[in-house]
């Protein structure tokens, strides 16, 4: 859980991952629309470069432009970014509220649950155990996320 | 998103809500279970009562002893910490090899899914779209979650 926090573990970060699930890939745009400082968005897109989540095309030679792109690992982030959008329409901005929403291709403003693949039930607290896998040390899980 | 990013966003506190998640309620259980320093620990759990994350009951009188019980708040943070979860799984530790993993009550090894509540179908970048709700500014979304 740490380290995919230590991707995604800044409010500039989260905003731009948001728009290129919305389908942002130039940093002109993610400028305009989020009104963030240039030195400030370079850094944060090189750190999402470096961690895999997202890579760079070359769309123009003359001049070199590019565009930024989810790799699979970044596309795999949408359903942090849907947990943590869900959590703060409830608890920050009341239900109806959100200033943004998603519409699902049902048609439907999107109500996210988390089910589990074996049977399709929703996954509450309630409903888990956890056992550990391995001896390894939650030391070494924070040594290995700070990296 | 920021919002519930702000409560969540730091190893630390991830995995103090993970362990409440699993039961814990103590201070000294969880001292022990993650060997945090103890400045540290109070420090997080302070801030997530705070927050409205968990609340302290009181079980001894003389002397004083306190629980940390999670609120529905809190218990609403559980498909964001599920999420990051299998993120990480997926991506840093790779298949089979996270140090935890959840058993749910089916019997399955937990492999959770985001589906739409609406058609109970899963939920993947390509089936979203976004529409504003509001004119509420990027900025003025950050200016919020920063108090």
């Not at 995604?8 to 970060?13: E, H, I, L, Q, S």
Request: aromatic share 6%.
């Amino acid at each position: 859980m740490a380290a995919a926090l230590s991707v995604v573990g800044d409010p500039w970060t989260l905003l731009i991952l948001r728009d290129a699930f919305l389908g942002v890939r130039r940093f002109d745009d993610w400028q305009a629309r989020l009104g963030v400082a240039r030195n400030v968005l370079a850094a944060r897109l090189k750190t999402l470069v470096a961690h895999g989540v997202l890579e760079t095309r070359l769309y123009s030679e003359h001049p070199p432009r590019k565009d930024y792109v989810l790799t699979a690992r970044g596309r795999d982030l949408m359903p942090v970014l849907l947990a943590l959008k869900a959590w703060g329409d409830r608890h920050v901005y009341g239900d109806g509220c959100a200033p943004l929403e998603f519409v699902h291709a049902c048609g439907a403003v999107l109500s996210p649950s988390l089910t589990c693949d074996a049977c399709g039930g929703k996954v509450t607290a309630a409903d888990l155990t956890a056992r550990p896998r391995e001896a390894a040390s939650v030391g070494q899980v924070m040594a290995e996320t700070a990296t």
